[in-house]
T-cell receptor, first 116, second 112 residues
């Protein structure tokens, strides 16, 4: 089992569809992240969960809905998306220890989303 | 809002050449990280630097952190096709937050 696994790797959906992206980490980490990677833009932090509690929500539209049922799994539920939401969605995890903050981010391979 | 500008944006070179890419921050770094993202993969951490003036070496890669901790460079010696990818600098913010601010990236292609 690899460190951070994302499924599906590719997803094409219409604007009226509902789909979900899944992320699983096998590293024993306690924080999980969703990032959006678009062409010509820096990686954008969308959501952060620490110990299954959402601790960051970067003004993401409500058509993106995260879910973190336990420290190993993270979902991103998608509904009524727009074509401009087409991007690579990256999941990451890290180990938060004491007061040192997050260390290294371990990323999955990403889910390439195309909204028609 | 902190901005990380990377240059050049794109770089295409022949195998065996040397190159340097740069990362400049609008404010002092808390903790600078460099990641490499190969095509079809997620970013992978190369190095973390914390101290101004610090130099770290990773095989053919040399990372330099500016004395004022607002800029950094990555030098690759004798580039190889396996070095192809997107190089990202990031600022790992201090404890109490979970923010990592990423730069705009340098996309490197090394031709055989």
């Amino acid at each position: 089992e690899t460190g951070v696994t994302q499924t599906p790797r590719h997803l094409v959906m219409g604007m009226t569809n509902k789909k979900s992206l899944k992320c699983e980490q096998h590293l024993g980490h306690n924080a999980m992240y969703w990032y959006k990677q678009s062409a010509k833009k820096p990686l954008e932090l969308m959501f952060v969960y620490s110990l299954e509690e959402r601790v960051e929500n970067n003004s993401v539209p409500s058509r993106f809905s995260p879910e973190c049922p336990n420290s190993s799994h993270l979902f991103l539920h998608l509904h009524t998306l727009q074509p401009e939401d087409s991007a690579l969605y990256l999941c990451a995890s890290s180990l938060i220890t004491g007061t040192s903050g997050g260390g290294e981010l371990f990323f999955g391979e990403g889910s390439r989303l195309t909204v028609l | 809002t902190q901005l990380l500008e990377q240059s050049p944006q794109f770089l295409s070179i022949q195998e065996g050449e040397n190159l340097t890419v740069y990362c400049n921050s609008s404010s002092v770094f808390s903790s600078l990280q460099w990641y490499r993202q190969e095509p079809g993969e997620g970013p992978v951490l190369l190095v973390t630097v914390v101290t101004g003036g610090e130099v770290k070496k990773l095989k053919r890669l040399t990372f330099q952190f500016g004395d004022a901790r607002k800029d950094s460079s990555l030098h690759i010696t004798a580039a190889q096709p396996g070095d192809t990818g997107l190089y990202l600098c990031a600022d790992r913010k201090p404890s109490g937050t979970y923010k990592y601010i990423f730069g705009t990236g340098t996309r490197l292609k090394v031709l055989a």
